[in-house]
């Protein structure tokens, strides 16, 4: 099981980005399925995360600006993200809750590679 992130870059502030983040491998279920960010010497933060029934939460920070959405069928997660700010500027992973098909697995978080969004004009 692999979860592979992709749709960082370089954008200028007030600029948009849409990220995914596409699960893979022998898989069973997934439950909640998000993004996380980080800067260098500060901790992961949650930026947003949705349930498989569609329920979403998000930081305050990006509240209005990031929309998280999934589609089960493909096993990936977006998030769009509008009018970006250079304290967006991180690398983003994503995150998923899920059961492998395979004997014996159980429920683990899985994360993907990073992806680096910077914005700066």
């Known amino acids: 099981v692999q979860l592979q992130a992709s749709g960082g870059g370089l954008v200028q502030p007030g600029g948009s980005l849409r990220l995914s983040c596409a699960a893979s491998g022998s898989i069973f279920s997934i439950n909640a399925m998000g993004w996380y960010r980080q800067v260098p010497g500060k901790q992961r933060e949650l930026v947003a995360a949705?349930?498989?029934?569609?329920?979403?939460n998000y930081a305050d920070s990006v509240k209005g600006r990031f929309t998280i959405s999934r589609d089960n069928a493909k096993n990936t997660v977006y998030l769009q993200m509008n009018s970006l700010k250079p304290e967006d500027t991180a690398v983003y992973y994503c995150?998923?809750?899920?059961?492998?098909?395979?004997?014996?697995?159980?429920?683990?978080?899985?994360w993907g590679q990073g992806t680096l969004v910077t914005v700066s004009s």
């Open positions: 949705i349930t498989s029934g569609g329920s979403t």
């Open positions: 995150n998923a809750d899920l059961l492998p098909n395979t004997y014996g697995s159980s429920w683990n978080d899985y």
